[in-house]
């Protein structure tokens, strides 16, 4: 599988560039075959509000980490299918769904994927999960790297780890070295609180020379999955500098929210969930949510194909949702021209297209082909409410169009 995969992902990151870029997308391209977001760093409650999921709906989004994916399903449509270039996406996507069959109550589920660092997690695996795997996902898993089987992340704290986790790590020691300690922003009872603690301590890091030259490096980003077209597009929206996009951004993900509700900014700041009661969670790790999670299980699935590929067997006017994540800011014109005749052909009347983009404008008109872009009506209204309303805050612009007729 994976000098297939590697191909997928080498057609979906490399562009006609020139040679300093093309060798930066090679490197993303490797990077991008591990595990990259342990958790998806895109909100799946506005997601949800967007795709007004319904019984009877047939959802396609692209994995990532699966949050996603384990939330639609909570939603209860008649199924949702992923699909991932990363193996190792692919693989967490069909372990959560494994999980959410298999273990026997919402405690050992919680305590799998939303606590994830403890060594009873392995007995768990053993006695529970591993029997619902395919044999390559189980091989997956059960595979001995350098010092530990990849099935001991979950003992040694899942979050941590993966191109998102290792970046989050290095923006605390950053932090670290100006001096900055976010116990007081976890602790923070008011939005005013936090935004005070954003002016005092964080926004003073941005003028630091290490993070000036650090932002400078279009692989400075790879470990938020951000390949260099993409940290291009931000810097157009910086006039030519991503410093101040992403200060903004950062500011947003801190003050925007009320810092109790924000379960993204407790994974970028305390690089866990909140360990309250009523802490936030993502939807599918809800006490509330975990038996129809249970028994909406075999509706989900997750294949290591491209979105185009996959909607090229599917049947014309079978969809009823689709998420792009950020996938889009990737692709060039044939290749996004590509995957929108797919979506127009399979979505029903009515079906709804979510995608966010690194920068603050749509990129679908002037590159979309007209005949396929006038099929479409693009919700003004719903993409600035979602724009507004996605706690991760690391997009520039959240967009939403609808199928006609």
């Known amino acids: 599988?994976?000098?297939?995969?590697?191909?997928?992902?080498?057609?979906?990151?490399?562009?006609?560039?020139?040679?300093?870029?093309?060798?930066?997308?090679?490197?993303?391209?490797?990077?991008?075959?591990?595990?990259?977001?342990?958790?998806?760093?895109?909100?799946?409650?506005?997601?949800?509000?967007?795709?007004?999921?319904?019984p009877g709906d047939n959802i396609v989004c692209i994995a990532s980490g699966s949050c996603n994916m384990m939330s639609y399903l909570t939603a209860g449509p008649t199924s949702v299918t992923a699909v991932d270039l990363s193996p190792a996406h692919v693989a967490?996507?069909?372990?959560?769904?494994?999980?959410?069959?298999?273990?026997?109550?919402?405690?050992?589920?919680?305590?799998?994927?939303?606590?994830?660092?403890?060594?009873?997690?392995?007995?768990?695996?053993?006695?529970?999960?591993?029997?619902?795997?395919?044999?390559?996902?189980?091989?997956?898993?059960?595979?001995?790297?350098?010092?530990h089987r990849r099935i001991s992340l979950f003992e040694r704290g899942f979050y941590r780890h993966g191109l998102l986790g290792r970046f989050l790590g290095a923006v605390h020691l950053v932090a670290r070295i100006g001096g900055v300690d976010f116990t007081p922003l976890l602790a923070a009872r008011s939005m005013e609180d936090q935004q005070a603690f954003f002016d005092q301590k964080i926004a003073p890091l941005f003028d630091m020379w290490l993070v000036r030259k650090l932002a400078g490096f279009r692989a400075a980003l790879f470990g938020l999955g951000i390949p260099p077209a993409q940290y291009d597009k931000l810097a157009e929206d910086g006039g030519g500098d991503v410093l101040p996009v992403l200060r903004e951004r950062v500011r947003k993900l801190m003050c925007d929210f009320p810092i109790r509700e924000n379960y993204f900014a407790w994974q970028a700041f305390?690089?866990?969930?909140?360990?309250?009661?009523?802490?936030?969670?993502?939807?599918?790790?809800?006490?509330?949510?975990?038996?129809?999670l249970r028994r909406a299980a075999d509706q989900g699935q997750i294949v290591n194909r491209s979105l185009t590929d996959y909607l090229q067997g599917a049947r014309a006017r079978s969809k009823h949702g689709y998420v792009l994540l950020d996938a889009q800011d990737w692709m060039n014109d044939v290749q996004l021209n590509a995957l929108w005749a797919e979506i127009t052909r399979t979505a029903a009347p009515g079906a709804r297209v979510i995608f966010r983009t690194g920068g603050s404008h749509d990129i679908l008109p002037g590159r979309l082909r007209p005949e396929l872009l006038n099929q479409w009506a693009y919700d003004v209204e719903g993409s600035a409410q979602g724009t507004a309303q996605d706690r991760s805050a690391i997009y520039g612009a959240f967009h939403i169009y609808r199928r006609k007729g």
């Open 1 to 54: 599988m994976s000098t297939t995969a590697q191909a997928r992902l080498d057609a979906a990151v490399l562009q006609e560039s020139d040679a300093t870029t093309g060798r930066l997308e090679r490197l993303f391209s490797r990077l991008f075959m591990g595990l990259v977001y342990p958790q998806i760093w895109e909100d799946p409650v506005v997601d949800m509000t967007a795709l007004q999921i319904a």
């Open 92 to 147: 967490l996507g069909r372990l959560k769904l494994a999980a959410a069959r298999s273990l026997p109550d919402h405690a050992a589920f919680f305590q799998f994927f939303a606590c994830a660092d403890m060594a009873s997690n392995r007995a768990l695996y053993q006695r529970y999960i591993r029997h619902e795997l395919d044999a390559e996902t189980r091989a997956f898993w059960e595979t001995r790297q350098p010092f």
């Open 270 to 292: 305390a690089r866990c969930y909140d360990p309250a009661p009523d802490g936030a969670l993502p939807p599918y790790l809800q006490a509330q949510n975990f038996e129809r």
